[in-house]
């Protein structure tokens, strides 16, 4: 697996997303004709109920030119229904244009029942549909009781027996119900998009507010330190005092250095990562490319004993997993994230496993960015296992960063710890008596 690029939404640049996948996700926006035709044949397959007309036109229990014109209607029809997709995601489309094919539909469903007979009653439960995607707001339901009531109306009318009516109607109004729904989980997972471009819009402002703060604190009194030694530079050199002056002229450059580092240390925390802004990040990238994200909550959480460096190091990893797992992870629909300690034979350490389950690493070699990687956690004392997952399917990252010891010396393990400390006690007493620094003995033996 080879890092080669951030993760890209799938609807930025325009085609498919990562691997070639499909992207048309409930509603993501078309903005390329090869996002409109997945749309399209997606949309085609609820084509297949309009067999019930078709077979009536292929029993020949019409005339050569009624089954002529009711081809052509259906024609129509089929066209008309898949044009609302075109001018829906069209914008250049008035909002009363987009009515136009919908009034077509209905008026097709209605003259093909009066004068074909009640297979084309189907035609209804696709204007119901149509209707609740088309009109806005509260007019879709308006729009879909209306249909059914249109649909009832030709039924009865028509003289269609109950049995058809029932079994027509009933998917009539409920499809035109559930579109409706799906209508409102589509607004929804949109809201819930930009709800969190904003959230991380904001967390974005206020750490540039937070860097704003400290540099101000920082150079704000780094620099009237400098003014005012230098006023007195000048007033030390006006009076001849050269030795003085050249002190102080040593007291400015130890401030400007030492300012200089603050400065550094400032702009390199605002620049690490952190494990939450990496886990919201992954979320997002993991979501667009339709990947299940399974994650430890505990990651959001301080872990104690986790070092500033260390956390940012996992940072830079987590990165680095959903990098691959987007752009390389073929197949995969599901990424786990897991943040653990283990005991190793050097210490204890933190342990952050991503596995995905896709098609797994193959014959590749390790790319530059798990490289790099590698070099990060060798720099903080951690080191990279990355291979096939369990079975040999998938892709699996474990990065392993050393754990500092707590305030108290205590490991995980406490209790082990406590017998150790209550042997080293029971034996202190001797060892103390007997020996001393220098290896003295009580008695001057050596």
Known sequence: MQNTAPARHPDQDGEDGPDGRWTTYPGAPVDTRRQLLAKLAWTSIWALYLAYPVQDLTTGQHSPAASAAGGVALAAFLACYLSLIVIRNHPGFRQARRYLPLALMAAIAVATSYTLGEAWLTLFTYTSVCASVILP???????????TGLFAVVGLTSRADAETLVSIGLPCLMAGLAMLAMQ?????MRELREA???????????ERLRLARDLHDLLGHSLSLIAIK???TGRLMDAGKTDAARAQVADIEQVARQSLADVRSAVSGFRRPTLPVELAAARTALSASQITLDADPRLAEDRPGLGTEESGVLAWALREA???VVRHGAGA????????????????????EV???????????????LSGLGERLEQVGGRLDAGPADRGRGFRLRALVPLRPGPSGERADGERVDAERSDGERHGG??????RPGGERPDGER
Do not use: M, Q
């Open 355 to 369: 596995v995905d389950n896709g098609a797994g690493p193959g014959k590749s070699g390790a790319g530059n960015g």
């Open 184 to 188: 409102r989980l589509v607004a929804t």
């Open 333 to 352: 629909t599901r990424c786990t994230v897991h943040l653990d300690e283990a005991w190793e034979e050097d210490g204890r350490y933190a342990v952050l």
């Open 137 to 147: 707001g509260r007019y879709g339901l308006v729009g879909v009781l209306a249909t």
């Open 230 to 232: 230098g006023e007195l």
């Open 430 to 435: 001797e060892r103390s008596d007997r020996e």
């Open 322 to 324: 959903v990098t691959n």
């Open 196 to 206: 969190r471009a904003a959230v991380a819009h904001l967390a974005a402002s206020e």
